[in-house]
């Protein structure tokens, strides 16, 4: 069993910074993926980036520039560096972690509570 822990989150003022870390345990083999998502009220789960057991990355079109992934493979910890933080970047923010194919297996945290607001 795996358990992937979030831990950062809360209130910040536009403008400000916040850095998010998610802590995976338990019978781990390995990640290829390791990621972040969030979800707004009202609205749909969407990706905000991930990286890969290699580093490559990816995010969304309105965290770049802004927001930075990083992990540490012996740690199987992921991290998200938010910066110039928007109110529209509110949301419950969820940790991910997929293993290699072909199992491919999803594992979620719990979320965490990221609201920018003056």
């Known amino acids: 069993q795996v358990q992937l822990v979030e831990s950062g989150g809360g209130l910040v003022e536009p403008g400000g910074s916040l850095r998010l870390s998610c802590a995976a345990s338990?019978?781990?083999?390995?990640?290829?993926?390791m990621g972040w998502y969030r979800q707004a009220p009202g609205k749909q789960r969407e990706l905000v980036a991930r990286i890969t057991s290699t580093r490559s990355t990816n995010y969304a079109d309105s965290v770049k520039g802004r927001f930075t992934i990083s992990r540490d493979n012996a740690k199987n910890t992921v991290y998200l560096q938010m910066n110039s933080l928007k109110p529209e970047d509110t949301a419950v923010y969820y940790c991910n972690a997929q293993t290699y194919p072909p199992n491919m297996v999803n594992y979620w945290g719990q979320g965490t509570q990221v609201t920018v607001s003056s």
């Open positions: 338990g019978t781990i083999v390995g990640f290829w993926f």
